[in-house]
Nanobody
Framework: QVELVESGGGLVQAGGSLRLACAASGRTFSSSAMGWFRQAPGKEREFVAAINWIVTGTYYGDSVKGRFTISRDSAKNTVYLQMNSLQPEDTADYYC?????????????????WGQGTQVTVSS
């Protein structure tokens, strides 16, 4: 059984940083991508970032480019999302996803597995 467990969310002031982690168990995702999405109340799910294990490519949503960095630790089967220069508009529930093989990995329907989410709140 595949399980994705997110951690690292919390409350931070504008301009601050947080690092989210997504630990995968049950299988490895060496032939597909893992990603992060977020959803704020009343808004649609938004692509944040993805990392492709095969060619070590990284992809970002326009609203986070230059501020967020996705990375992976293959030995731990874990993906990280370093979030810098956080703004109130980054406030949302952040979800880890895995199993996409559809470039550029920004379509949430292409992901097979999902975590339960972790809340990020950025105060002004």
């Amino acid at each position: 059984q595949v399980e994705l467990v997110e951690s690292g969310g919390g409350l931070v002031q504008a301009g601050g940083s947080l690092r989210l982690a997504c630990a995968a168990s049950g299988r490895t995702f060496s032939s597909s991508a893992m990603g992060w999405f977020r959803q704020a109340p009343g808004k649609e799910r938004e692509f944040v970032a993805a990392i492709n294990w095969i060619v070590t490519g990284t992809y970002y949503g326009d609203s986070v480019k230059g501020r967020f960095t996705i990375s992976r630790d293959s030995a731990k089967n874990t993906v990280y999302l370093q979030m810098n220069s956080l703004q109130p508009e980054d406030t949302a529930d952040y979800y880890c996803a895995a199993g996409s093989r559809t470039y550029p990995f920004s379509d949430y329907t292409s992901y097979r597995y999902w975590g339960q989410g972790t809340q990020v709140t950025v105060s002004s």
